[in-house]
């Protein structure tokens, strides 16, 4: 079974590529807007939220954690 993959995080998206499969998370109304990728657009009930200033810490091999510049995970 083919492992590993790529965990792009950007400020509008999280996208994940993995061989020939592609999956993005829109984090707002400019994540949106992507057309190029198989986009999950953002839930209409969520708050956008913007990534500029995140950091990021793997937890373990298959998990990370996302911390926002205002502090919420």
Do not use: W
């Amino acid at each position: 079974m083919p492992i590993g993959g790529a965990l792009i995080i950007s400020c509008n998206m999280v996208i994940h590529y993995k061989q020939k499969i592609e999956f993005a998370l829109s984090l707002n109304e400019f994540g949106d807007q992507c057309t190029s990728l198989r986009v999950v657009p953002t839930p209409s009930k969520c708050t956008p939220v913007a990534l500029d200033r995140a950091v990021c810490a793997a937890l373990s091999n298959d998990t990370v954690l996302l911390g926002a510049c205002d502090g919420e995970l």
